[in-house]
Structures are given as structure tokens and as C-alpha cells.
């Protein structure tokens, strides 16, 4: 990952998000409406973190699994919860890749 994404530890978590192609982004339409979507980053990186973040969010990273859970009440689809995890994830190896610290459970917990 850190091939595919040398900017992780340097970059905000903005930049990182939108890197992934998973920074939501706003698109206000002429009769006045607006729609909230996902767009850009690079394909090949994002792809192999929906797939992480598939086996993580719903069965074994206990952090994911409860952030997963909280959201899919008001997610509009599974989807929607699962780019939602991605992007908590990106964030959280952002921030350990620029501390420098090893994963702990329970810094990143769930309220």
C-alpha cells in the first residue's frame, strides 16, 4: 500500500481520502438539489481496500465492525457503510504511518 500511496504520513486526511477515491464530494444540481458522491483517486489501490475493508468491517477488525454496525441503520445501502469504513480506515493508517505507531484497538474505538 505504501508503493501504491507514498503520500500516507505526509498528506491531511482529506488529501489521503480523496488519494483513495473515497472523499465525498458535492454536486448541486440546476433544480436546486444535492448530491453527495464519491469520485476520483486511484482505482487499483482503492479496489484492493474494498476488499480488506469488506473482511474487516464485517467480520474481523473489531474496531470497523462496530463503526460498520452503527452505520448501517442509516446508510442507504451496505455500500454506502462499507466506502464510509474505507475512509476511516485510510485515515487511522494515515495518522499511525506519520506517528509512526503500531496498530491499538483501543485508541480507535467507537464512542
Known amino acids: 500500500m505504501i508503493a501504491m500511496m507514498p503520500e500516507l504520513g505526509q498528506v491531511n486526511d482529506k488529501i489521503a481520502a480523496a488519494l483513495l477515491g473515497t472523499a465525498l464530494t458535492m454536486t448541486i444540481a440546476a433544480n436546486g438539489g444535492a448530491e453527495r ?5 486511484r482505482r487499483r489501490i482503492r479496489n484492493i481496500f474494498y476488499m ?3 473482511g474487516a468491517s464485517t467480520q474481523h477488525n473489531p474496531v470497523l465492525k462496530a463503526f460498520y454496525r452503527r452505520l448501517m441503520p442509516r446508510a442507504r445501502s451496505r455500500k454506502v ?3 464510509a469504513c474505507m475512509r476511516k480506515l ?3 493508517l494515515n495518522i499511525m504511518i506519520a506517528r509512526g505507531e ?3 484497538a483501543s485508541r480507535y474505538a467507537v464512542g
Open 90 to 92: 485510510i485515515v487511522i
Open 81 to 83: 457503510a462499507l466506502v
Open 52 to 54: 480488506a475493508c469488506l
Open 37 to 41: 458522491h464519491i469520485k476520483g483517486g
Open 102 to 104: 503500531k496498530w491499538d
